[in-house]
């Protein structure tokens, strides 16, 4: 039998919905008729939109099979790095889904709203422990919104100083999130190389740092897989020039229990939920990106905040400070039930998750860097970075060989992300996956790699067996096809 068979079974066609259905067909069989019929209000007479008569079976069939054109993490390995398409477990899925919680309406006074204003009391008190942070917003939607909320603090302190610094230090190896929050909030950031170990020096940093940066934003562990090592000596080179640091914690998920990014200088920190705490992503679906300070900062974090008094819950505006009010009602509490119910079913494991993530990272690398370019030969944290650069002379290229995994039933891994790794091939194997899965994996890249060697226009076409072949990205991008009707 094909190990590698995944993606090779049954592809059904499928038409659009419109050009489905027969006029008078519908979802269900209503019974007949026993009033008068009334005439309709002349107001609401019109067109009305054109939509296809459908049955139930027909609606359906047609959904599931398009689910089954995708690839998700309940399909199989998806090592997009920085990313964290990790498994997450289905019970988190349930406690959000109660009815309690999910029929709760955003207006509910809070005297019927104790439990969920209880648990984001509590989940910021868990997120504030686990990141050694002092108080949490649960607000921002997502990493970058958390970014953003992160930058508006930066600039509410300053004010409050009576200063009004306009640069903010950027390394290479951000997230590219990092500069466009910073030039949202009118910063202009200033972009930092890293070192030959792929990590920012304490010089280059003293080299920029002046009294007209509010501070820098390092996304650590960084984009390269990295541990900013010299965290430490940068944060107070930072704040002697009173500048704050700011630190894109998005990847949590490597140093969950190991590191306290309170204790190595960092002033504001954000996470994101929908990566390391148990919220499936990549779907476009919600998302929620905590924003965590520092004592000293807790003042501008955006209301409403949930207080506490006497063990009742309540939404509290009463911080004249605020930065405001950073998204309709609580925010995505879906999420922050999940990342709770994530938190508490593994307590002190926690811990562990971040062990293995490491683990199964630096396994992909020492089995892989034989066969791939591997820039930076160190260990890294949850996700490590080859290049194409042994491929080159063959033609081949990061985009020719991870189309060709997906013909392997793998989802391809990051491609040329990071920028400072020229055709960067970024894997995150994640925790949640076995040393079977991973090996084969692993496996399934060095026969691409082979291929690469022996047919080259093999991998120039791929993917072969799936619905859709190789796209024309470029042309997809410049002329989408909108039209539907
Ligand atoms: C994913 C990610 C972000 C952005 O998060 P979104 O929720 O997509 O806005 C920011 N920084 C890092 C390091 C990330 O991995």
């Excluded at 349930?94 to 919680?101: D, E, I, N, S």
């Excluded at 650069?389 to 992300?417: C, E, N, S, W």
Aim: a neutral charge; glycine letters at 10%.
């Amino acid at each position: 039998m094909n190990e590698f068979g995944g993606t090779t079974g049954l592809i059904l066609e499928e038409p659009l919905l419109t050009e489905k259905g027969k006029k008078g067909r519908m979802g269900m069989s209503l019974p007949r008729r026993d009033i008068e019929r009334a005439p309709m209000d002349e107001t609401l007479k019109g067109e009305g939109p054109r939509l296809p008569d459908l049955s139930e079976v027909e609606v359906v069939r047609h959904y599931t099979r398009l689910s089954t054109w995708n690839f998700g993490v309940d399909t199989g390995l998806y090592p997009l790095g920085s990313c964290t398409m990790k498994y997450n477990p289905k019970t988190n899925e349930r406690q959000a889904a109660l009815t309690g919680f999910a029929g709760a309406h955003p207006l509910l006074p809070e005297k019927l709203s104790q439990g969920a204003l209880k648990i984001m009391y509590e989940l910021e008190r868990f997120l504030a422990e686990i990141t050694g942070m002092d108080s949490v917003s649960l607000q921002p939607s997502a990493g970058a919104h958390g970014e953003f909320a992160g930058m508006l603090v930066f600039h509410a302190y300053h004010k409050s100083k009576g200063s009004n610094r306009t640069k903010i230090i950027v390394p290479d190896t951000a997230h590219g999130t990092n500069p466009a929050s910073a030039a949202l909030c009118g910063f202009s950031p200033v972009n930092v190389k890293s070192n030959e170990r792929g990590v920012l020096s304490p010089e280059a940093i003293a080299a920029v740092m002046d009294e007209q940066t509010a501070g820098i934003m390092v996304t650590n562990p960084n984009t390269l897989g990295f541990f900013e090592e010299n965290i430490k000596e940068i944060a107070e080179i930072v704040h002697a020039r009173g500048g704050l640091v700011y630190a894109d914690g998005a990847n949590m998920n490597a140093v969950m229990g190991i590191v306290s990014m309170g204790d190595i200088g960092i002033d504001v920190l954000h996470l994101n939920l929908h990566k390391t705490f148990s919220t499936p992503h990549g779907g476009g679906g919600p998302g929620a990106g905590p924003v965590c300070v520092k004592r000293h900062l807790e003042r501008f974090l955006p209301v409403p905040r949930v207080v506490e008094q006497g063990g009742r819950y309540r939404l509290s505006y009463d911080f004249p400070h605020s930065i405001g009010k950073l998204h309709a009602f609580y925010g995505n509490v879906g999420i922050m039930i999940r990342a709770y119910s994530y938190i508490l079913s593994l307590g002190p494991e926690l811990k562990r998750v971040s062990q293995l993530a490491v683990l199964n990272a630096n396994y992909v690398k020492e089995k892989l860097k034989d066969t791939l370019h591997l820039p930076y030969d160190r260990p890294c944290m949850h996700e490590c970075v080859f290049s194409d650069k042994l491929q080159a002379p063959l033609k081949v290229t990061t985009l020719d060989m991870v189309k060709r995994l997906i013909d392997y039933g793998f989802h391809p891994p990051t491609i040329y992300f990071p920028l400072v790794v020229h055709g960067a091939i970024m894997i995150e194997p994640t925790e949640t996956e076995s040393r079977e899965e991973i090996d084969r994996f692993i496996r399934a890249f060095k026969e691409v790699v082979k291929e690469a060697g022996e047919d080259p226009e093999r991998l120039h076409k791929a993917p072969h067996s799936t619905k859709v072949r190789r796209l024309d990205e470029t042309a997809a991008a410049r002329n989408p096809r909108l039209t539907c009707f």
